[in-house]
């Protein structure tokens, strides 16, 4: 064996490995890898979540299902091709993690995961085989210099990993007199105005079968009045909806 072969193996690769080790390890202290449901460490280095958190998740099963849940929220209130919401909201559960991660955490990885998910669950359905577009459930201003970005943007790029056909179109804007559903109760929340909305180019989804992504439907109200306002002022062919969860 030539000697800087010998040297290599002997020193300088162990030095190496030992050196990695101690910067892996520095690093996590500060910026640890872990869970975020139940706080494990015993993940994968591009999961969000240990395997038994993800074996957990509570699937709804929806998006393969005609005349499912989310589809007879809307029933009478405005026409919908197709919708569904991957995994079912809960207190204290997984899917809260996440969606809380997402939305005051930056944790912008919770939310390609739920995209990931509606994208598989999307493919596996066979239902949502004539999107041509989507477009995420906008922010207020406020609300997004707060947060610096929008969840259900986040989540359409999850999606997009998945279908990578879907165009992804943020042309929705969301206006000061629109309220923010988040303290409102449930008989509160169907009380919202298809008002307070515009679009940066109408002309976009004309004609097109368009997906309205959101991160959580509890009664449905804000996508109603998002979908009525694009169904009066865009004019698409179809709309179709889907959401990470839903809240039971």
């Given at each position: 064996?030539?000697?800087?072969?010998?040297?290599?193996?002997?020193?300088?690769?162990?030095?190496?490995?030992?050196?990695?080790?101690?910067?892996?390890?520095?690093?996590?202290?500060?910026?640890?890898?872990?869970?975020?449901?139940?706080?494990?460490?015993?993940?994968?280095?591009?999961?969000?979540?240990?395997?038994?958190?993800?074996?957990?998740?509570?699937?709804?099963?929806?998006?393969?299902?005609?005349k499912n849940t989310i589809e007879k929220i809307f029933?009478?209130?405005?026409?919908?091709?197709?919708?569904?919401?991957?995994?079912?909201?809960?207190?204290?559960?997984?899917?809260?993690?996440?969606?809380?991660?997402?939305?005051?955490?930056?944790?912008?990885?919770?939310?390609?995961?739920?995209?990931?998910?509606?994208?598989?669950?999307?493919?596996?359905?066979?239902?949502?085989?004539?999107?041509?577009?989507?477009?995420?459930?906008?922010?207020?201003?406020?609300?997004?210099?707060?947060?610096?970005?929008?969840?259900?943007?986040?989540?359409?790029?999850?999606?997009?990993?998945?279908?990578?056909?879907?165009?992804?179109?943020?042309?929705?804007?969301?206006?000061?007199?629109?309220?923010?559903?988040?303290?409102?109760?449930?008989?509160?929340?169907?009380q919202v105005s298809p008002q307070g909305y515009s679009?940066?180019?109408?002309?976009?989804?004309?004609?097109?079968?368009?997906?309205?992504?959101?991160?959580?439907?509890?009664?449905?109200?804000?996508?109603?009045?998002?979908?009525k306002y694009l169904l009066s002022e865009a004019r698409?062919?179809?709309?179709?909806?889907?959401?990470?969860?839903?809240?039971?």
């Amino acid at each position: 064996m030539p000697k800087y072969i010998f040297i290599r193996h002997t020193f300088i690769r162990p030095f190496l490995n030992r050196l990695q080790a101690y910067s892996t390890g520095f690093l996590h202290l500060f910026y640890p890898h872990i869970c975020m449901h139940c706080g494990s460490e015993e993940l994968a280095a591009a999961s969000v979540l240990c395997e038994p958190c993800e074996i957990n998740l509570p699937y709804t099963h929806f998006l393969s299902i005609e005349k499912n849940t989310i589809e007879k929220i809307f029933w009478g209130r405005v026409n919908l091709h197709e919708a569904g919401a991957s995994l079912f909201f809960t207190k204290d559960s997984i899917v809260q993690s996440l969606v809380f991660a997402l939305k005051y955490k930056h944790q912008k990885k919770a939310g390609r995961l739920l995209g990931n998910i509606i994208g598989q669950n999307m493919l596996n359905s066979q239902r949502f085989t004539n999107i041509d577009c989507m477009i995420p459930i906008p922010l207020s201003k406020k609300k997004y210099r707060a947060r610096g970005y929008n969840q259900a943007l986040v989540i359409c790029e999850g999606i997009q990993e998945k279908l990578p056909h879907i165009q992804i179109l943020p042309l929705l804007l969301k206006h000061k007199n629109v309220v923010s559903q988040t303290s409102k109760n449930r008989i509160q929340r169907t009380q919202v105005s298809p008002q307070g909305y515009s679009m940066i180019n109408a002309a976009q989804i004309a004609e097109k079968n368009v997906l309205v992504v959101d991160d959580v439907i509890t009664t449905g109200a804000t996508i109603e009045s998002v979908c009525k306002y694009l169904l009066s002022e865009a004019r698409p062919h179809s709309l179709s909806v889907v959401a990470a969860a839903y809240t039971i």
